[in-house]
Every structure is written in C-alpha cells, then in structure tokens.
C-alpha cells in the first residue's frame, strides 16, 4: 500500500492550475457522457472513405424535432477497411443528458470515395435523400453519471452497390448500433469544501482513476472497472489529514454513492 506521504507529496506538487482545471470536471453532474465510435465489416474493395461532418442524438420519435449535435466531433474522411477485427475510432466524446436517445444521425459530407480491387478511385454518390444524415433508430437508456460508448458497425458489402455497368458506385449506408457501459462510477462528497480534494481510486497499490472535488465537495469519477476498490482522500490544504474508505463497489451501469467524509486536522 503506497504510503500517505507518497501520495500527498504527489499531490500537493500539482499547480494551482492543474486544481482548478480538475475541478471543473464535477461541473457536469446529473449528466451522462457518451462516446461514438466506428467500425467496420469488411467489403471487397482495397478502401473505403466516408467523410464524418456530425454526429446528432435525438430524445424525441421525430425525425424532424430535437436533434443535438455531440460535442468533441472529430470531423474527417476516414477509411473504413482500416476499422476491422474489432478495431474503432472514436468520432465524438460528449457530455449529454441522461434518458432515452430514441435515434442517433451520422451527417456525411460530398468527401466519399472507393478504391476497388484494380486500384480505382470513385467517388460514392449519396441518395439525395440521405442529404440530411442517416438516421438510425437506437431507443437506448442512458442514466446519470455513466460513461456510455455507442459503435456504429458500418456493413461496408450492403452499403455499397454498383450503378450499372457505368463504373459508378452508390453509397447507402447500412449501420447497426451498439450501445455499451463502460464500467461504472463512483460520487459523493468530501468536506471541508473551501479548497479542493483529491480524490483517487486504488486497485491494491495502482491508481485507477483520480478527479478533484469541485465547489461544494462533490466529486464524480465515471468509466471505472467492475469491482471493489479503496478511496483516498487528500487535501490541497496540507493542514488537513488525509483519508481512506475501503470496500467501495462499483457495479456495471451503475452510479456507487460514497457516503460524505469530512477531512480533519
């Protein structure tokens, strides 16, 4: 077990920077945060490139009304046969409220090309249909204070289909959904509230997650591993003691509240 003194050291070395920087993260409590990865189920062709612009969520059954556009969107052509044997590339990493995502939209740009097994480059048309995004019906829950991460499985042998004899290819994008918790988390609230405490999770002697408690004392760590684990608990007020709570459970999906402890000097 990593000694109280090796820890607050450790610590107390951060900047006042890096403090309030943390602390910040506790800002989006009673909120989920997901992210949205691609990947692929092979075609025969040499490459694949679809051009990501957006990635919406919806909480309503209209296809007209709520749409959100997730934040943290990496915007980019990206070649689909590099995303196989379980490989993905997170598209978007956002914080969102939690409830029932009823649909989700992948929006392409005009940037979409195939390179088929002779070495030629064509550029996919798009249904002019689809100019609005592809929208696919998910009706999955997400509760507040889990880290979600959604696959979009893009089934490059039915989305691509030959137009003709001409040469020409067609882009209809048939994507399955998959939307999983990644761990769990863990909250609560460390007092006294004037500075901030750090807050980490140990696994016998390895860190497995840290965050700063934020104003007020609440603190939120989410995307932790099923199991039980030890609680540290250090103030950036070198006057105040540290301290520990043993036998922490975190369950899959689920939100572990920690009682309230109070530092003392």
């Not at 694949?48 to 909480?59: F, L, P, R």
């Not at 030959?162 to 994507?175: S, T, W």
């Not at 140990?202 to 497995?208: F, S």
């Not at 520990?244 to 920690?258: H, N």
């Amino acid at each position: 077990m990593p000694s109280w003194k090796h820890l607050t050291n450790g610590v107390l070395l951060l900047s006042t920077a890096l403090f309030m920087a943390a602390c910040s993260k506790n800002d989006n409590d009673g909120k989920s945060r997901i992210q949205v990865a691609l990947t692929d189920d092979p075609g025969d062709f040499k490459a694949v490139y679809i051009d990501v612009q957006e990635v919406n969520v919806n909480y309503n059954d209209s296809d007209d009304n709520g749409w959100q556009t997730l934040a943290g969107m990496r915007k980019g052509r990206y070649n689909l046969l590099t995303l196989v044997n379980d490989k993905d590339t997170v598209l978007a990493d956002a914080e969102i409220a939690s409830g029932t995502i009823k649909q989700i939209r992948l929006v392409l740009g005009d940037d979409n090309w195939v390179v088929t097994n002779a070495g030629d480059s064509i550029r996919l048309q798009t249904p002019s249909g689809q100019s609005s995004g592809v929208k696919l019906k998910v009706n999955m829950a997400v509760s507040e204070g889990v880290l979600y991460k959604m696959l979009l499985d893009f089934d490059v042998a039915k989305s691509i289909h030959e137009a003709g004899n001409a040469g020409k290819y067609m882009l209809k994008p048939v994507i399955r959904t998959v939307l999983e918790a990644q761990g769990g988390s863990i909250k609560g609230v460390v007092l006294p509230a004037v500075v901030p405490s750090a807050v980490l999770v140990l696994n016998g002697t390895d860190t497995v997650a840290s965050t700063y408690s934020s104003v007020g004392g609440a603190y939120l760590l989410k995307g932790v591993a099923a199991g039980s684990y030890t609680l540290h608990y250090i103030s950036t007020d070198s006057t105040l003691q540290p301290a520990a709570k043993q036998g922490v459970v975190v369950e899959m999906g689920k939100v572990t509240t920690v009682d309230t402890l109070r530092l003392v000097k």
